[in-house]
């Protein structure tokens, strides 16, 4: 069975300092890996997914994620985060199958300190 | 501009209650998903359909039934609710073509507290 880790439950900085929350994902497969974010008080969006290719992604708002095979891994990062990017994010895995379901992580709860 | 939506955003129910919570998607897609999502428990699969008519439980079913007679339409059933299952619960529908690369779009969520 699919399962996704994410490292951190919590996580408090200041505005303007770099970024990374952790993504481990266990899957017998190809995948497809994606990033969501739920802001305060409003619906789950897309922040970013890796299909093929280009294992560096890039998504909306200045963010990035690094799949890197060996590790299982698929790190979110932004090099400056802003008081706006208090959010809840949930690393998430797909087989490829086009029915494989989608697995999510538990999240991870940011707040951006003015 | 692709459309998940909810019937309800906030319900309050009582124990024991039978309780719908109605999804339609405008996608034309074949699958959909019904997941619910707690604190520090991010979000579980509760049931899916990869067509009409048909369903697949995923990792929390107990305590929950699905039906889809339509395909842009899937329903979640409490058939009987408890207080443990207040939660947030999301729908979501994605295409399985495109080689499978694809991504799930997700409803605004429906608020349920069970009383």
């Known amino acids: 069975a699919q399962s996704v880790s994410q490292h951190n439950h919590h996580v408090i900085l200041s505005e303007a300092a770099s970024l990374e929350l952790g993504c481990n994902y266990s899957y017998g497969g190809t995948v497809n890996l994606f990033w969501y974010v739920q802001y305060p008080g409003q619906h789950l969006q897309l922040l970013l997914k890796y299909f093929s290719g280009d294992p560096l992604v890039k998504g909306i708002k200045g963010f990035e994620a690094e799949f890197i095979k060996s590790k299982f891994s698929f790190n979110l990062r932004k090099p400056s985060v802003q008081w706006s990017d208090t959010a809840e994010y949930f690393c998430?895995?797909?087989?490829?199958?086009?029915?494989?379901?989608?697995?999510f992580g538990k999240g991870t709860m940011l707040l951006v300190s003015p | 501009d692709v459309k998940v939506t909810q019937s309800s955003r906030y319900l309050v129910k009582r124990t024991g209650e039978k309780v719908f919570l109605e999804c339609v998607q405008d996608m034309d897609h074949e699958n959909m998903f019904w997941y619910r999502q707690d604190p520090g428990l991010g979000l579980r699969l509760i049931y899916f359909?990869?067509?009409?008519?048909?369903?697949e439980k995923g990792d929390i079913p107990e305590g929950y039934s699905v039906s889809r007679e339509k395909k842009e339409r899937f329903s979640l059933i409490l058939e009987s609710a408890s207080t443990n299952q207040t939660s947030m619960y999301l729908c979501?529908?994605?295409?399985?073509?495109?080689?499978?690369?694809?991504?799930?779009?997700f409803g605004q969520g429906t608020r349920l507290t069970v009383v």
């Open positions: 979501a529908s994605s295409s399985p073509f495109d080689g499978g690369n694809t991504e799930a779009f």
């Open positions: 359909s990869y067509d009409v008519k048909m369903k």
């Open positions: 998430a895995v797909k087989g490829y199958s086009g029915y494989s379901t989608l697995t």
